[in-house]
């Protein structure tokens, strides 16, 4: 029997890339394939820059799901009710395509919901999802090579935007690196190295995370 391991869930507005501003509910699923999400663990992952906490089941929204159906119940719990508009989830993790099937993308369609997905890439999307992001990171080797939406985070050491700018995507974004987490304050290095990049490619768009600015989840 599948059991979906998700650490929260919680309704916000989407702070970044090309459906920024869009109220959502965020799912995020427990579990990555590139980092143990564990603080002694991150020299040696693969991917070393993440600034998500995704390990247990414990946060807000969280817990244990046996059934596609008992999730997307759950997800349709924080859309606000009579509140118009379309209902969309964002499945986000660690890596969501872990768990993600099409057994659940039923069930959160047959719930009303369009469904978003934030992948790395390194795993093949089912059929089914409405907007498909894909975010490269580091060295993982990129398995899902088409989508909505290509956002590469930069600068990255292993990465730059012309290993990417050929892949069969609608849009391309970058967003600049967020080294807070690392205790390190060059942020403001990173997004203007972003900007300079944009304005000189402009098949790339400046993704900037919004809700980071305003202080909301």
């Not at 099409?102 to 999307?125: C, P, Q, R, W, Y």
């Not at 090579?145 to 292993?158: A, H, N």
Request: aromatic fraction near 10%; hydrophobic fraction near 35%; glycine fraction near 10%.
């Amino acid at each position: 029997m599948r059991v979906y391991s998700v650490k929260e869930t919680y309704l916000t507005v989407q702070g970044e890339g090309a459906q920024t501003g869009r109220p959502a509910v965020f799912l995020r699923f427990a579990g990555c394939n590139l980092w143990t999400g564990r603080e002694q663990d991150r020299a040696s992952a693969v991917c070393t820059f993440c600034d998500t906490q995704f390990v247990g089941t414990d946060g807000d929204g969280g817990g244990k799901f046996t059934t596609p159906q008992s999730l997307a119940n759950h997800v349709k719990s924080f859309w606000p009710k009579g509140g118009g508009g379309q209902p969309w989830v964002v499945c986000t993790g660690g890596e969501p395509l872990l768990q993600l099937d099409t057994h659940l993308i039923d069930a959160l369609h047959e719930a009303g919901f369009k469904i978003a997905v934030e992948s790395n890439g390194t795993v093949l999307a089912p059929q089914g999802i409405d907007w498909l992001t894909v975010s490269p990171k580091a060295n993982a080797k990129l398995i899902q090579i088409s989508g909505d939406e290509l956002k590469l985070v930069y600068p990255q050491d292993e990465n730059s935007p012309e290993d990417f700018a050929g892949l069969e995507f609608k849009t391309f974004y970058l967003q600049p690196r967020d080294d807070r987490y690392l205790g390190q304050t060059q942020n403001a290095a990173h997004s203007q190295a972003a900007f300079e990049y944009c304005l000189s490619h402009p098949q790339w768009n400046l993704s900037v995370q919004t809700h980071k600015f305003i202080g909301v989840p």
